[in-house]
């Protein structure tokens, strides 16, 4: 496949990037910054939602971003004058549209770009078409499905999939055409530089003295976090020694949902909600933790994991997510999603000397260096916008329709 010389003009457009927002605003704004390195001229456009936490920062990457009014905040991120200044960047300076994300006005505003200035569309799904994500709030999703969802999906020349499993749900509404398989990417942090215990038990001093039991992600529904309370309830008599954090931004107020439970089954003194954590924080409790966990309901990829596995902390999750490399590579439990699976796991894991769990969390580090690394996740996207732009043999990460 010939590569062409010169740079090519990608705009990613995703509804948000701010910090507290969730896993779009990192995976796409590190995605884009990486593609910087491989000979790709990356745009992002986006609006800015202020009261969810500063924009995500990068670098290379030429943003668009327009602060969201009142109207786009209660009418998912209606605006027609981002829509104007998107359709002007296409008609004078891009290549290809990457939109990321479903279900909001500015993923219809990339396929009304890409459609007036004839420019190809590709649609990161980013697990907003998994069942479990579908059936959530179905009643609000419907309408919008057959006014416009239906028909941005229709336009797209290609997908892009996280994961086997993402792409499969993709199949299964229909869609011919071909997906890119490609994972989301992790930062590798330098273990030798990172903070120690006291910069979150200097916030919270009942961690003290305790073995960390980390969960960081949404506070979501989807998350089963519900579940978690339960099997923890059942567990902590056993394991005196360990506590519970919950860490991450809650965007629905469904963690006052999580700390009446709590109450009710009387595990204050077990568990700890954080909030949203970042910076020497949110690495103090990575690379402190000693057991990392995801109990969710669904997702595509399950960025979370990942981070867990580059701090060398081995993880739960369940069926759910596409981590079947847990159980492959030995740095952790992939489970069904069951209470009692949860239940079988923690006990395994909590109970194993801390020489095993560590050696289990050099195993996933070194996995997530081998296959998730930005450099080579931005190798395959250019080689995916050069075969929609240029033609030739598909990549190898591409999936191409058989009936």
Not at 73 to 89: E, I, N
Request: with cysteine.
């Amino acid at each position: 496949m010939e590569i062409v010389s010169q740079s090519l003009n990608i705009c990613h457009v995703v509804a948000n990037i701010n910090e507290h927002s969730g896993g779009p605003a990192y995976s796409v704004t590190n995605l884009a910054q990486a593609l910087s390195e491989q000979g790709i001229s990356p745009h992002l456009f986006t609006l800015d939602y202020q009261e969810h936490g500063k924009p995500v920062a990068t670098k290379n990457v030429h943003i668009h971003s327009y602060t969201a009014t009142k109207l786009a905040k209660y009418l998912r991120g209606f605006q027609p004058s981002a829509s104007r200044a998107l359709h002007q960047l296409a008609a004078t300076e891009l290549d290809l549209i990457h939109n990321h994300g479903l279900w909001m006005f500015p993923n219809v505003y990339a396929r009304q770009a890409a459609i007036r200035n004839n420019l190809p569309l590709l649609i990161s799904p980013r697990g907003m078409l998994e069942p479990w994500s579908l059936q959530n709030s179905w009643y609000k999703k419907l309408p919008a499905w057959f006014l416009y969802e239906q028909q941005n999906l229709q336009k797209a020349i290609a997908f892009h999939a996280t994961s086997k499993e993402e792409a499969e749900s993709i199949r299964q509404l229909n869609f011919r055409q071909p997906i890119a398989v490609i994972p989301n990417g992790v930062i590798i942090p330098n273990l030798d530089t990172q903070p120690d215990r006291k910069v979150l038990v200097s916030l919270f001093p009942q961690l003290t003295a305790k073995k960390w039991l980390l969960f960081l992600s949404r506070i979501h529904p989807k998350k089963g976090l519900d579940n978690l309370l339960f099997v923890w309830k059942t567990l902590i008599k056993q394991f005196p020694d360990w506590h519970l954090i919950i860490a991450g931004p809650d965007l629905i107020g469904y963690q006052s949902k999580l700390e009446e439970l709590t109450a009710t089954l009387q595990l204050q003194p077990q568990v700890t909600f954080t909030g949203m954590l970042s910076g020497e924080q949110k690495a103090s409790a990575l690379f402190n933790a000693d057991l990392f966990i995801l109990p969710t309901h669904s997702e595509n990829f399950g960025l979370a994991i990942a981070e867990s596995l580059a701090y060398g902390v081995p993880a739960i999750t369940t069926k759910g997510t596409p981590w079947q490399d847990l159980e492959t590579y030995g740095c952790g439990w992939w489970v069904e999603n069951s209470q009692q699976a949860l239940i079988n796991a923690l006990k395994e894991a909590m109970d194993m000397p801390l020489s095993k769990r560590q050696a289990m969390g050099i195993q996933g580090r070194n996995l997530v260096q081998g296959k998730y690394s930005w450099e080579a996740i931005a190798k395959d996207m250019t080689s995916v916008y050069h075969w929609i732009l240029g033609g030739g043999e598909s990549p190898s990460c591409v999936q191409l329709y058989s009936p």
